[in-house]
């Protein structure tokens, strides 16, 4: 497993989770800087004595071999995970390199130690700063807070806006502080792969050219130095995109109401004070709170502990307290010496809890979780359709692309003027896109390349959910971290046949198109891998916008790779599902030609021969002959395999739905019958 990922979400709940995962990060990173320093003193000693020269390859290559960074995410990419081997690779090849060494290494400082301790100081570095400035923050919101929450109620109303208006600032101080520490420490942490790998690659690149004898091994290097920098051109796009849209959610959550509600598995998380009443009065303890609407479960852990209590690792001990909801009711002002309280009655106890929420946003948020009576406010956008207008305007638009020429530089790549696009799609779609027009036209002459391109894109972009569902989404992502890249073309294929029909059908006219775009790849420069790219956040997108979802972008860029590459087959004819319960069966044919008689059948799910039946199918051909119209691999040894084209004899009936049974090359078994034509 890799590192957890941070949601900003959480900044803004900041629970004893979120800096546990937290610590999860700043641990990594101080090990990914101890490392860094290592490597450059290593290097250090390759440049300063060439008696020492042995020594310190071996020990550099020691460090490579037994470092392994980690990346964010429960999976990695193809790309990641030769990124992540190539520094065992490198050890390697230093390794056979330190068997014919002849000379110092030249310009080593340049190549290597210069960018690591730039990438260390300058990244690095920030993070630490940006800890210093958080732990800060942190240590002063939540002493206002304190403060703030203790303000009477029966303190004239200029003075609580006052107060509330001083809280708001500090709040949004303490957030920004959180939110910029998460999005820093993250993005390094994204960072090292390439920033930390290049130098590397640059420096042992120097290191081979400079041996004379070291030059064949050299050559042998090259493929994989290129395929190394494919990989880490891709990480780096990735990393782009990916960063591109975490900083836009930062913004949304840095932006976002006081009553924004973070995805969370519970219905409802915070802080809360509760009043506990003691002898002598009462007194109010925060506790990190949960509650789960449908089974009515309001759990509270106390966070005010003494430092003792607390583990090594800073987890609290103590297990929380888990009660069930009976109901909920606002606290009236003038009942209670305490702004934005309310009483919960609970199963478990008698009387009464008084709880103190910590804005009267965040009351209400937890009134509505309780059913309280204030509904979520919710805003209209523009929404595209899967009808026939959209069928049109995405043909229209493929064929003018093609019709002036697959050859444009940046084809796809290249956005168009915003201005442009919008008075397109309006022309088009008008202002209710569900009655558009399904015969409109496009003027060629009206629209330049780069503003179709783009509003192609537009359209996906806003339908209201995207191609490939959000029912299916997960089911895509998890198929394109299949280790195996047959096993992911068969299960990107078994879900696309899973798709509406429509969606299929658009799937496949945009999938035809994009993959002869990429076949002038030499000219546009469009290779497969930069449509996935460009097309992966825009045909799938999580139904939830979080961190976590975001990097999934490049497992999404994965999928539609996939599917623009193997078009062919991932939009051919779908294999017929077989039974789980599968009889074999032995054919013979009846003296008359006209019936064919299964003499025994064998139950494959309990493989004791325990079902034997006779079944005579009625048939005015028993033998046929077909021409296939796809290929096939058979999963069974009851199926064939075979080539488009392939021909077969003796094609009858079979006693599964939606298979034949057939001869070709002189065995006999089941094809699938939509993947054959009758000859």
């Known amino acids: 497993m890799g590192l957890p990922t941070l949601e900003f979400s959480d900044s803004l709940l900041d629970s004893p989770e979120f800096r546990e995962r937290l610590q999860c990060h700043e641990i990594e990173l101080e090990r990914t800087n101890r490392f860094i320093k290592d490597l450059i003193k290593d290097g250090n000693m390759l440049i300063s004595a060439l008696n020492s020269l042995s020594l310190a390859v071996q020990r550099f290559s020691r460090s490579l071999q037994e470092f392994q960074f980690e990346c964010i995410g429960d999976a990695e990419t193809d790309d990641e995970i030769n990124i992540a081997q190539s520094l065992k690779e490198f050890s390697q090849l230093l390794s056979t390199m330190e068997e014919e060494r002849k000379r110092l290494i030249q310009n080593a400082d340049d190549v290597l130690i210069s960018p690591l301790e730039k990438f260390r100081k300058e990244q690095i570095g920030a993070v630490k700063e940006g800890k210093k400035q958080f732990d800060k923050e942190t240590e002063r919101y939540y002493s206002l807070q304190e403060k703030y929450l203790s303000v009477s109620s029966k303190k004239k109303e200029s003075q609580l806006h006052e107060a509330d208006s001083q809280m708001n600032k500090d709040r949004k101080i303490f957030y920004d502080a959180s939110l910029q520490y998460v999005f820093k420490i993250q993005e390094v942490q994204e960072r090292k792969k390439f920033e930390f790998v290049e130098p590397l690659l640059a420096f042992l690149q120097g290191l081979f050219t400079s041996y004379h004898e070291g030059y064949e091994l050299a050559c042998e290097f090259e493929p994989y130095k290129q395929q190394l920098q494919f990989n880490l051109q891709n990480a780096r796009n990735n990393f782009e995109s990916t960063r591109a849209e975490v900083e836009r959610l930062m913004k949304r959550i840095r932006s976002a109401e006081d009553d924004f509600k973070a995805p969370s598995c519970f219905t409802m998380e915070g802080f809360l004070y509760i009043q506990e009443k003691r002898p002598l009065g009462s007194v109010w303890t925060r506790y990190y709170c949960t509650y789960e609407k449908s089974s009515k479960m309001f759990t509270m852990g106390n966070t005010e502990v003494r430092p003792a209590s607390r583990q090594p690792n800073g987890v609290v001990n103590g297990t929380p307290e888990m009660f069930k909801l009976r109901s909920c009711v606002r606290r009236k002002t003038d009942s209670i010496d305490k702004r934005f309280c309310f009483d919960i009655e609970v199963v478990e106890r008698h009387g009464v809890i008084t709880l103190q929420a910590l804005s009267e946003a965040n009351r209400r948020l937890w009134m509505e979780a309780m059913d309280g009576k204030e509904p979520s406010d919710f805003f209209y956008c523009f929404t595209a359709f899967l009808n026939e207008a959209g069928f049109n305007f995405v043909k229209k638009c493929v064929e003018l692309v093609e019709t002036r020429g ?9 956005g168009g003027v915003n201005s442009k696009v919008q008075r397109l799609m309006t022309s088009v779609f008008g202002m209710l896109p569900s009655t558009a027009s399904s015969d409109m036209q496009l003027d060629a002459e009206s629209w330049d390349n780069k503003t179709i391109t ?15 569902t959000y029912r299916l989404h997960k089911e895509f992502i998890r198929a394109a971290k299949y280790d195996d890249q047959k096993h992911r073309v068969r299960a990107i294929h078994a879900l ?22 990429s076949s002038h790849s030499n000219q546009n420069l469009m290779t497969v891998s930069n449509l996935g790219m460009i097309f992966g956040p825009t045909l799938m997108r999580s139904q939830e916008e979080t961190v976590a979802a975001m990097m999934n972008i490049k497992f999404q860029n994965i999928v539609v790779e996939i599917i623009i590459e193997n078009h062919d087959k991932v939009l051919s004819a779908r294999r017929p599902q077989r039974e789980s319960s599968v009889f074999s069966s032995a054919l013979d044919i009846c003296p008359s030609g006209r019936f064919v008689h299964f003499k025994y059948f064998l139950c494959t799910t309990c493989e004791k021969g325990c079902c034997f039946i006779s079944l005579a199918i009625n048939v005015a051909t028993p033998y046929r002959d077909a021409k296939a119209l796809y290929s096939c691999e058979a999963e069974h040894s009851h199926e064939l395999s075979f080539p488009q084209g392939a021909l077969f004899c003796n094609v009858c009936p079979s006693v599964e739905p939606g298979w034949l049974q057939a001869t070709y090359k002189g065995k006999t078994g089941l094809i699938p019958e939509n993947y054959v034509t009758f000859i």
């Not at 697959?406 to 290249?414: D, E, K, V």
């Not at 783009?454 to 490939?468: H, N, Q, T, V």
């Open 454 to 468: 783009s509003g192609l894109k537009d359209y996906f972009r806003c339908l209201a959910e995207p191609l490939l």
């Open 496 to 517: 696309v046949h899973r798709l509406p029909d429509r969606n299929r059908a658009m799937l496949d006219v945009l999938a035809k198109h994009l993959l002869r775009v």
């Open 406 to 414: 697959l050859t444009t530089l940046g084809l796809y790549r290249t």
